[in-house]
DNA sequence: CACGGCCCTGCTCC
DNA sequence: AGGAGCAGGGCCG
């Protein structure tokens, strides 16, 4: 034991010295659901442990930062980790804009419920999920990932591109923790990088990430990322869909969680079966969601819920995911009857 | 322009 | 046991 700790010091400590800041903001929890929050599908990097306790952290990285957060029903406590120096304030602020703090998701909840009857009825125990203002090469080739996938096989893939392309932020616990990688660092792999993520099992994503990685880099890098944040939503998405593997879902979720476009409403499959049992039942019979379905579909939702309609979106996709889960993969509406949940036995 | 077939992998189901 | 079916899409014909 004695060992393993010096072991670890050891390593964290030489050659580079990762600093540990630890910090606290107040915060209610009943506006922040940190399960929904980080492990429901927009990042995929958080975990969650639970001791013997009962005593919950969630870990994780973001923005060149290892993270660990504790959360009391008033407050967020949180352990950082960084390579860069930074005054110990810079880590509220960033952990702040990560989570969208200055959001008034109660506020906006009791407006999306008068906005919509299935938002009140959906969602009378508020689900706080909060969007997340994510880095956006994170966010694109995440995304490129997510397509025809899950949540747990996504996270493995971006693990991989961590701990291959990224930089090691601090070992903790005896795990070791990488940054999401640069775009330098990627380009500078470029030749063998499609290769190398085939052989990584990424699949036909593999082709798509070598691609966007490469033209991301020709479109002028962070510099194209300010650009999008500028532009409108829908200039922003026109941009994105010229890169290869991003059609109209990823890019609104890139829009969405990366470039500050709440407007942006991505339409999933879950979303998608939603709005045809309780918004557009016109569309009940088609099944494939075409670009101007995905459009209509997508119009209707900003119309009835505003300038934040992603944001809204995204309440409705966990309330969804909850049912989905009890029902065990057998997706149904609250508007329609209930199918009770398979009774599983084995073993 | 709408549609179907296909794409990689890994897991679950039967 | 081992093949079908599927998972928070996109591309190509």
């Given at each position: ?236 998405r026109v941009e994105l869909v010229t890169l290869p593997g991003i059609g109209f879902k990823v890019a609104d979720c890139i829009c969405l969680m990366a470039l500050n476009h709440l407007e942006s409403v991505p339409i999933d499959t879950h979303i998608y079966k939603i709005a045809q049992a309780s918004y557009l ?67």
């Open positions: 034991m004695l060992l393993k700790l010096y072991r670890i010091n050891f390593l964290s400590n030489y050659p580079k010295m990762s600093t540990c800041v630890k910090g606290k903001l107040s915060y209610p929890k009943d506006q922040l659901n940190l399960d929904l929050t980080l492990l429901g599908g927009q990042s995929f990097r958080w975990e969650k442990h639970t001791n013997d306790k009962k005593e919950e952290k969630w870990q994780g990285v973001a923005f060149e930062c290892f993270w660990e957060l504790h959360q009391t029903p008033s407050t967020i406590k949180y352990k950082v980790f960084s390579n860069k120096k930074h005054p110990d304030e810079y880590f509220t602020k960033l952990l702040e804009k990560y989570l969208r703090l200055d959001f008034d998701l109660s506020g906006n909840c009791e407006k999306w419920k008068r906005a919509h009857r299935h938002f009140a009825e959906t969602s009378q125990a508020l689900k706080a999920v909060r969007v997340l203002d994510q880095e956006p090469l994170e966010t694109i080739l995440s995304f490129i990932c997510s397509q025809n996938n899950h949540i747990k096989r996504i996270s493995t893939m971006v693990q991989w591109l961590c701990s291959k392309y990224g930089s090691k932020i601090c070992s903790y616990e005896g795990v070791d923790y990488f940054s999401f990688p640069s775009l330098s660092s990627l380009c500078d792999h470029q030749n063998e990088l499609e290769s190398a993520l085939r052989e990584a099992k990424f699949g036909y994503r593999a082709k798509f990430i070598a691609g966007s990685v490469k033209k991301i880099n020709e479109s002028g890098g962070n510099d194209w990322f300010q650009k999008l944040r500028s532009l409108s939503f829908k200039e922003a039942p016109r569309l009940s019979g088609i099944k494939s969601v075409t670009p101007k379905i995905y459009e209509e579909v997508a119009e209707h939702f900003r119309k009835i819920y505003g300038d934040y309609a992603g944001w809204a979106q995204a309440v409705l996709f966990c309330s969804g995911l909850q049912r989905f889960q009890e029902t065990k993969g057998k997706f149904v509406d609250k508007t329609n009857v209930c199918v009770p949940a398979k009774k599983q036995k084995k073993k």
